[in-house]
């Protein structure tokens, strides 16, 4: 934290704002998934929030692969199943590798995800503007379309925000900012973004009908499939990409991390979402659709190495902004982490309210509250998770290896068959991968996943 | 101190609107909903006014409830008041009602030294509210204007015609239409904004007008749409410049040392 | 295979024509070893020119790639104002 200590000395504030009361309990900067359920929590307790967006309406510049598991939201918004715009309830996961010609995929269709109907496709600029609604209704102030410039800070105390010229103070500020968190950054709060934290995300929404949607993925009305991919089928570039359905469209993209983008050097991002939609299992699944908006925006995937320190004097940093999204390879999530940290921060306002305390160690209650959940185990429990996803075997060795095996053991060609043993021994040999090395190799993703 | 009024209308953002490709019909369901643009023009036009001669905004817009965010994003902006007429019977209005109603709603919040429009509305295209106000008012008007000074006890309206400017001296109380793009509006900002969600609009409703119920909303517009006609898209020109062309473009515009 | 240009047109900006929200400096450009933020951006703002960087700011979609991308100094970002820029309709 010594760069926050050396920005505060930097700072010179014209005039004090301490010895006056605060104009909130608290600001929240963002209307997303963590800013909006912080809000929601706070103003339920009765505390004076004020909740700032820089979009208008509050959340349309938020974008997300799509799939959101509403548990925690349920905490604060009990009837979200029936008054949230959501697309289609999800119980139906994919995940697989797709090699240049083939696609290897684990279809998982089942009753359980269906009976509490709890993962649902989401668009973002739909489902957001509800979620700062509720904000609303629970008594906080929302304002939109206004970008707060920098924050105030005061005796190495974050007491407010400045937006043209003006201060607007608050016992606490949470900093619920997004991925690119431009005021934390440049409080010191947290350190600037680098390369191995984050991948680029590269959407389409493809307009389909419903009924060629659920003729297509075998759905009912309402249901939902969410398919994830480990792309080998791009040379060297190792990537992942989702698939997911809406009501009347597709939501699909691709996941780029940036060292792999940097190393590679010669792709431009937008055309890997070409070769993923052109990839031979993919064309025809949206064949005859029309691309109704793209989008683009930076992901999270530092894991608990990126995790700044969550609070201090006066702020909290929640979300995206504190690197609160997981992933492994099979699974992206960042909306249901958002949305716990938004919920324990805004606990944690509260019971330093009753204190009258917004010290950092007052405020230490958050990183506890925290610490007891999923989202911060998570992390934790797949520290070393980087170790698989960035290595450059899951992409195109192993992919090539199973693509190999299957089309040994169900491809008929007329020929004598080879027992399984033979047939990895020879597709191994093919890759110029070692037994041993490749056994070492999966043994080592199976112990960090 | 000038007392001043800017009448605005709540439109749905032109960008979001669609053709429906088979009933031919304007698609707004999926529109944001945003203030009328040259309204912000006349906004921003009364704003500069009042820096420099001081004086009272008041925002005044007829409309559904949900317009007040528009009022609020104009206080937003700087204005003081916000005032939204809004009633049952003000409903289904052509031009003449809308006039008829603004008016006597500028007429019972006691008149206004200048009132500034939009020159028109994106979603209807008129540009009768304006001049209609003005003369229901029986003020002095002025459209199509750019910028608005005041001389005691005149206004000094500038307007563009072709080639030139042409600049009117009009008497007090006045009525002026402002052009899309006279002027760059500035942002609102968050104090403002703050205090306009805290302070809120006032309703205005026809128990304040006490307006003839035969003379307002869908009852008192003469106007009815007899037929609509869908024209055929017109013929898209296939011609797309590539970066060869735009490799031309580039070295003519070096060529003449107009870029570097 | 769809152009990116045509895919851009897809999205809806309210351009702010006052404020480029991101600026280039195009000294240090010159001298960019790698122009990585003409791979990197996904919305194609940064393009190369017989060599020389060219940056737009009008169909920036907001993502900060290029802040992260830029390992030379020259990209100044900052987000736009007031609502400007980016509003996605599906998101």
Redesign the interface.
């Known amino acids: 934290m010594a760069n926050f200590k050396e920005n505060i000395k930097r700072i010179n504030s014209s005039e004090s704002i301490s010895g006056r009361m605060p104009d909130y309990d608290a600001i929240v900067v963002g209307a997303g998934n963590a800013g909006s359920a912080a809000a929601i929590t706070m103003a339920s307790k009765g505390l004076n929030v004020l909740l700032v967006d820089r979009a208008d309406p509050p959340g349309a510049k938020n974008l997300s692969g799509g799939v959101l598991w509403g548990n925690d939201l349920a905490e604060i918004l009990p009837k979200w199943q029936t008054e949230a715009p959501l697309e289609r309830f999800i119980d139906n996961k994919k995940i697989g590798f797709l090699t240049e010609k083939s696609s290897i995929v684990i279809d998982f269709k089942t009753e359980f995800f269906r009976d509490n109907k709890i993962a649902h496709s989401v668009l973002r600029a739909k489902f957001d503007p509800w979620m700062a609604k509720k904000a609303k209704e629970a008594g906080a102030l929302v304002i939109p379309g206004i970008t707060v410039e920098s924050l105030a800070i005061e005796d190495r105390t974050v007491v407010g925000i400045k937006e043209s010229g003006d201060t607007i103070t608050a016992n606490v500020v949470l900093l619920a900012e997004g991925v690119n968190p431009r005021l934390s950054i440049e409080a010191g709060l947290r350190k600037p973004l680098q390369d191995r934290e984050l991948s680029v995300g590269v959407k389409e929404v493809i307009k389909l009908s419903a009924q060629k949607i659920e003729d297509r993925f075998n759905l009912t009305k309402e249901s939902g499939m969410a398919s994830e991919y480990i792309v080998g089928s791009l040379g060297n570039l190792n990537i992942g990409a989702f698939f997911y359905t809406n009501k009347e469209s597709i939501s699909l993209g691709i996941v780029s991390p940036m060292e792999e983008l940097r190393r590679n050097g010669v792709t431009h991002t937008y055309d890997l979402i070409e070769k993923f939609k052109s990839h031979p299992s993919i064309a025809p699944l949206i064949e005859g659709g029309t691309t109704i908006e793209y989008g683009a925006h930076l992901i999270p995937e530092g894991g608990i190495d990126s995790v700044p320190q969550l609070y201090g004097n006066g702020y909290m940093l929640l979300g995206d902004a504190a690197g609160l999204a997981f992933s492994n390879g099979l699974v992206l999530q960042g909306m249901n982490y958002a949305i716990v940290s938004g919920i324990k921060a805004g606990e944690a306002v509260a019971e330093a309210k009753a204190r009258n305390d917004f010290t950092a160690k007052s405020l230490a209650v958050y990183e506890q509250k925290l610490g007891s959940t999923y989202a911060l185990k998570d992390l934790k429990t797949f520290k070393d998770i980087r170790k698989v996803t960035n290595n450059p075997k899951m992409y195109t060795v192993y992919p090539q290896l199973l693509e190999g095996i299957l089309l040994e053991t169900l491809w008929e060609r007329g020929q004598p068959k080879k027992k399984t043993r033979d047939v990895i021994g020879e597709a191994a040999s093919k890759l110029s991968v070692g037994k041993v090395k490749a056994l070492t190799d999966l043994y080592g993703i199976y112990r960090r996943m | 101190m000038l007392k001043i009024a800017v009448m605005i209308k709540q439109v749905p953002d032109s960008q979001d609107i669609t053709i429906d490709p088979v009933t031919k019909t304007l698609n707004r369901s999926q529109a944001r909903n945003v203030v009328n643009p040259p309204d912000v023009n006349a906004l921003e036009a009364a704003l500069l006014l009042k820096d420099k001669e001081g004086g009272e905004i008041t925002v005044i817009t007829m409309g559904p409830p949900m317009a007040d965010v528009a009022l609020l994003e104009c206080m937003g902006r700087g204005a003081d008041k916000g005032i939204l007429v809004t009633d049952r019977f003000f409903a289904g209005a052509d031009t003449w009602p809308t006039s008829y109603t603004l008016a006597s709603t500028a007429d019972y919040l006691g008149g206004f030294d200048i009132i500034f429009c939009g020159e028109e509305t994106t979603d209807s295209s008129t540009g009768h509210v304006g001049p209609g106000i003005a003369e229901f008012l029986g003020y002095q008007q002025a459209t199509y204007v750019n910028k608005v000074e005041y001389e005691e006890p005149f206004f000094i309206a500038e307007r563009d015609i072709e080639g030139a400017t042409e600049t009117l001296r009009i008497g007090k109380p006045a009525v002026v239409t402002i052009t899309l793009n006279a002027n760059a509006p500035r942002n609102p900002t968050l104090k403002k904004k703050i205090e306009a969600y805290k302070k809120g609009i006032t309703i205005v409703a026809n128990k304040d007008l006490k307006l003839d119920p035969a003379c307002i909303g869908l009852k008192g517009s003469p106007t009815i749409v007899k037929d609509m006609k869908t024209v055929a898209d017109p013929v898209k020109t296939p011609v797309k410049p590539g970066i060869e062309e735009l490799d031309k473009v580039i070295s003519v515009l070096v060529e003449r040392g107009i870029v570097k | 295979?769809?152009d990116?240009k045509e895919?851009?047109g897809?999205?809806?900006y309210d351009v702010d024509k006052?404020y480029p929200h991101i600026t280039v400096d195009d000294a240090i450009c010159a001298k960019c070893p790698?122009h990585?933020c003409?791979?990197?951006?996904?919305?194609?703002c940064y393009t190369l020119?017989?060599g020389k960087l060219l940056f737009n700011y009008e169909d920036c979609?907001?993502?900060?790639?290029c802040?992260?991308?830029c390992d030379q100094g020259s990209v100044t970002?900052?987000?736009?104002?007031?609502?400007k820029?980016?509003?996605?309709?599906?998101?």
């Open positions: 295979m769809i990116i895919k851009l897809t999205i809806k006052e790698h990585f003409v791979m990197a951006c996904p919305a194609q020119q017989n979609v907001e993502c900060g790639t802040s992260v991308a970002w900052h987000y736009p104002k007031a609502g820029g980016v509003v996605y309709k599906q998101g």
